[in-house]
């Protein structure tokens, strides 16, 4: 089994900066893409931001040049920098790995359980 924990969400004013993390533990073989998505009340789920283990990146339209994706791929830990954050960007975040577990021939995804970010002010 895999399992992922983010943190680093809270409460932030207009125009501030939020730093998430989640790290991937348990029967790790391999990840090859990791990504955040959030999910506003009464909303779907959206795609963020996505990150491959060569590093090649990839930005939703809504949050490019504002947020950063990165990636520790020694510690299986992928970050979100999240700047000039606006009210929208109000809702629950979560991280996914596509993991190779050893054993398995097929990659998997996982999914964090998600952390409440919330921007007023």
């Known amino acids: 089994q895999v399992q992922l924990v983010e943190s680093g969400g809270g409460l932030v004013q207009p125009g501030g900066s939020l730093r998430l993390s989640c790290a991937a533990s348990g029967n790790i073989s391999s990840i090859n893409v990791m990504g955040w998505y959030r999910q506003a009340p009464g909303k779907q789920r959206e795609s963020l931001a996505a990150?491959?283990?060569?590093?090649?990146?990839n930005y939703e339209d809504s949050v490019k040049g504002r947020f950063t994706i990165a990636r520790d791929s020694a510690k299986n830990t992928v970050f979100l920098q999240m700047n000039s954050l606006k009210p929208g960007d109000t809702a629950v975040y979560y991280c996914k790995a596509h993991v190779l577990e050893y054993g398995s021939v097929l990659y998997r995804d996982y999914w964090g359980q998600g952390t409440q970010v919330t921007v007023s002010s």
């Open positions: 990150i491959t283990s060569g590093g090649i990146t």
